[in-house]
């Protein structure tokens, strides 16, 4: 069980972390959160987070929401498979991707609620989609070295031929005679 006067420690956590009772009211908004959404806690507060952060209504996000304060598993929202849940933007203004954890909290005060860890994960996505692009000329340029590789033994092997063949009759030529004498 954690009090509610307790809950300032996540303020110390490097993840956004928010807690909604059984109502989806937000009781705790941390400095993550007020920071990637640029709402001040005091203004989402009491405010059910439905009609505030669309995502969470989402058909898919809201009953697992649900699931969890009422005793359910853990729920995890992947950022690569589930809308955002909240509107966090970086510093550039493009948007955040979410990696959403939602586990069971019990409280003093309020009951079952649910705590949700948000972890920033754009720099981890965009740095492996930056990796994807170069394997991926990586591996062009690869194919491309191969192809030049083939090619360049077949000009070698042209170029040979036409040293020791006469190219009109066909026969071998005085080079060739040289090189078996040898």
């Known amino acids: 069980t954690m009090d509610h006067g307790a809950w300032n420690i996540l303020d110390h956590l490097p993840l956004g972390a928010v807690i909604l009772d059984q109502d989806f009211t937000a009781l705790f ?10 709402e001040e806690r005091s203004s989402v507060l009491g405010r059910d987070l439905r009609d505030h952060c669309p995502g969470i209504k989402d058909p898919l996000c809201e009953p697992r929401i ?6 359910g598993p853990s729920a995890i929202f992947p950022a690569h498979t589930q809308p955002r849940l909240f509107n966090c933007t970086t510093h550039s203004g493009s948007p955040r991707l979410q990696h959403v954890v939602v586990s069971k909290l019990e409280t003093s005060d309020h ?8 972890q920033d994960v754009t720099d981890a996505v965009v740095r492996h989609e930056l990796f994807k692009e170069l394997r991926d000329v990586a591996a062009r340029e690869s194919e491309e070295r191969g192809k030049m590789r083939q090619a360049l033994r077949e000009t070698r092997d042209e170029l040979r031929r036409l040293a020791t063949d006469d190219d009109l009759t066909g026969l071998m030529n005085r080079r060739r005679f040289l090189e078996l004498a040898k």
Do not use: S
């Open 29 to 38: 908004w941390n400095r993550i959160m007020e920071a990637w959404t640029g």
């Open 66 to 71: 649900w699931e969890v304060i009422q005793g």
């Open 111 to 118: 009951g079952t609620c649910a705590l949700l860890a948000v």
